[in-house]
């Protein structure tokens, strides 16, 4: 549990980073979104490459993502530049390797120019002059990486001084190990990944086999929550959006469109009101306007120390205000899925629920994309807004709003829920007790406790006697990180941090009874 618990702390910087690509976007479209003009035009050539060079600098940082995981892995693992350099010239080999082995008949949402790799086969003999990428891997493939990359280091320093390669030092010959490593990942994922490719295009058939049944569009819910944390998103958001799998439409003039949203921007270019269009989008204006603001409510509600409180309430302020604008459901998908698993659980869930209840009550509404497919962020109060004054969109916008105040609801009780009762002990099988005993002696005593306090990761806790602190307890019990602090201990317990402090209070609360009796 500890060891899932220090997930947090590689993930932790590459999620501030992702965050704050996200916000870069959300700036950017303010004034790059073609809705954004109804309300407010800006032709300012300076502002308008400004906001470019922002949304560039955000779609970078959110395709990316698995990179700066793996760079902050081995960092934190290797605490040297030598490892983190062979981490990174192992991940370039890595891709590379796919480039040149992998299959070139996979659908192209299978590849992707990820760090600007690309390979021009016109002048190789016997290619067809195409441009290859690598393969998209994701997560999967970059946490691999870093795996090898830190098998290499620790094997490296166990390397002798003599021999017949004496004159190879520690640091080339974990270089060296790292991009062998690498080099036989990237033969392995070049065999194994078309197949994982296959297996996800007979899925994404069976929901093109009907996407007007709810059924079709659950699936789709959860396949594409599930892979936009993997950072495998765009392959089925390119699959559906932009190709005939999501629909298709034949204008006046015998042009064909194909995809969802695309046949959506082709009809709302005309002022047509697309019809049958935007089933994929709907959802998510219930879960960026709606559910993952009371979401971040919930959260914020778990800090119970006013002082820590009052420090984040700005973060979580602009976390609802960007998630108004673009969405900050990538960031926190990834944060649930490394500290709350469970809470994931149910929020993939209900996101597949959602997708098929706007599909069975026909609410369809699309927005207007620009960007990579990877890193968009649909469903935005801008295109609400601009879609609240079309007429034919009155009855889509009602449903939206109906759907959105019940989610808001539904994802502030079950954060809540989480987070008070079943982080800790789901099944209550009594280990919460057991936990909340250990914690007793590691402190000294719940006497020994002066004042306790909880965010969703850590608890805070001031003591009367620091001499009687077990450090070995706490690390027993689960915690991936002790601090002291002027305020007393910060204790890294992860999402069940919450049930500590309700349980220690009630035995706070019983000592200071029986004392008084």
């Not at 300076?46 to 955000?58: D, E, Q, S, W």
């Not at 659908?107 to 016109?122: F, H, K, W």
């Not at 392959?235 to 064909?256: N, P």
Request: glycine share 8%; net charge positive.
């Amino acid at each position: 549990m500890r060891r899932w618990h220090s997930l947090l702390e590689i993930f932790l910087f590459p999620l501030k980073l992702l965050f704050v690509g996200v916000i870069l976007i959300a700036l950017s479209s303010l004034v790059l979104n073609a809705n954004t003009s109804v309300f407010f035009s800006i032709r300012n050539n300076t502002v308008i490459i400004f906001a470019n060079l922002l949304k560039t600098a955000g779609n970078f940082i959110v395709t990316n993502f698995p990179f700066f995981v793996m760079l902050k892995m081995l960092a934190r693992r290797n605490g040297q530049g030598v490892g983190v350099v062979s981490g990174v010239l192992g991940y370039i080999v890595f891709l590379t390797v796919t480039m040149f082995m992998a299959p070139q008949n996979l659908a192209s949402a299978a590849y992707d120019n990820i760090l600007g790799l690309s390979l021009n086969t016109a002048s190789m003999n016997g290619m067809s002059g195409l441009i290859q990428y690598p393969l998209q891997t994701g997560l999967l493939g970059a946490v691999c990486v870093g795996l090898v990359s830190r098998i290499a280091y620790q094997k490296s320093r166990g390397k002798l001084r003599y021999g017949l390669f004496s004159f190879i030092d520690r640091d080339t010959y974990a270089l060296i190990l790292a991009v062998f490593y690498s080099l036989l990942l990237g033969v392995g994922f070049s065999i194994l990944w078309p197949y994982l490719i296959k297996a996800l295009y007979l899925v994404f058939q069976f929901i093109a086999s009907d996407i007007s049944n709810p059924i079709n569009m659950f699936v789709y819910g959860l396949l594409d929550r599930t892979l936009s944390v993997l950072n495998l998103g765009g392959i089925v958001r390119y699959t559906f959006w932009f190709t005939e799998m999501g629909g298709s439409w034949l204008d006046m003039t015998g042009t064909s469109y194909a995809g969802d949203v695309a046949v959506w921007m082709a009809q709302a270019a005309r002022n047509l009101y697309p019809t049958g269009f935007g089933r994929f989008i709907t959802p998510y204006y219930v879960l960026n306007l709606f559910a993952i603001p009371g979401m971040l409510f919930a959260l914020y509600t778990t800090f119970t120390d006013k002082i820590e409180k009052r420090r984040v309430r700005i973060l979580f302020l602009i976390g609802i205000l960007v998630s108004l604008l673009t969405g900050v459901t990538l960031p926190l998908e990834i944060m649930l899925m490394v500290t709350a698993p469970l809470l994931f659980g149910m929020h993939i869930f209900i996101t597949g629920i959602l997708f098929a209840v706007c599909q069975a009550m026909n609410l369809n509404l699309g927005f207007s994309f620009a960007g990579k497919t990877a890193a968009a962020m649909p469903g935005n109060l801008f295109d609400l807004l601009v879609y609240i004054r079309n007429i034919n969109a009155v009855s889509t916008i009602q449903g939206i709003l109906i759907l959105g105040l019940i989610s808001f609801v539904v994802y502030f009780v079950i954060t809540k829920l989480y987070y008070t009762f079943l982080a800790l002990d789901l099944f209550n099988t009594g280990l919460t007790r057991k936990k909340v005993d250990g914690f007793s002696v590691a402190v000294g005593g719940i006497e020994n406790i002066k004042m306790v306090n909880s965010s969703p990761f850590r608890l805070y806790v001031q003591v009367y006697d620091s001499n009687l602190i077990d450090y070995n307890q706490f690390k027993q019990l689960g915690a991936s990180r002790i601090l002291e602090t002027r305020a007393g201990y910060a204790i890294d317990f992860g999402a069940g941090s919450t049930i500590y402090r309700r349980e220690l209070t009630k035995r706070m609360k019983e000592c200071k009874r029986r004392i008084g009796d």
